[in-house]
């Protein structure tokens, strides 16, 4: 089992940042993929980035690209997710997922085995 945390989530303005942190614990070494997804009131949830747990890649969705940026620490067992020139549109409840198979799709968020309980994040104009 992998517990996920979720932290750093809160009230900023549009054009500012926030830098939330995903800390995992349990069998981690089985992960493959730590992902970050989003959900808007009414919305359905989307991806939103992506990091490979050994490799390092990342993907990102294009609403963020050259906004956020998916980082991780290793030796904390956490990722982290960056964001930057924030708009009200990015207004939702974000969540870190882990899924511990390696798949060419890191977008699908069905198959991440597990998630963490979702930290508000909250863009004001």
């Known amino acids: 089992q992998v517990q996920l945390v979720e932290s750093g989530g809160g009230l900023v303005q549009a054009g500012g940042s926030l830098k939330l942190s995903c800390a995992a614990s349990?069998?981690?070494?089985?992960?493959?993929?730590m992902g970050w997804f989003r959900q808007a009131p009414g919305k359905e949830r989307e991806f939103v980035a992506a990091?490979?747990?050994?490799?390092?890649?990342?993907d990102y969705a294009d609403s963020v690209k050259g906004r956020f940026t998916i980082s991780r620490d290793n030796a904390k067992n956490t990722r982290y997710l960056q964001m930057n020139s924030l708009k009200p549109e990015d207004t939702a409840v974000y969540f870190c997922?882990?899924?511990?198979?390696?798949?060419?799709?890191?977008?699908?968020?069905?198959?991440?085995?597990?998630w963490g309980q979702g930290t508000q994040v909250t863009v004001s104009s």
């Open positions: 997922a882990a899924d511990s198979h390696w798949r060419i799709s890191t977008r699908n968020g069905v198959v991440y085995d597990y």
């Open positions: 349990g069998r981690t070494f089985r992960l493959s993929t």
């Open positions: 990091i490979r747990w050994s490799g390092g890649s990342t």
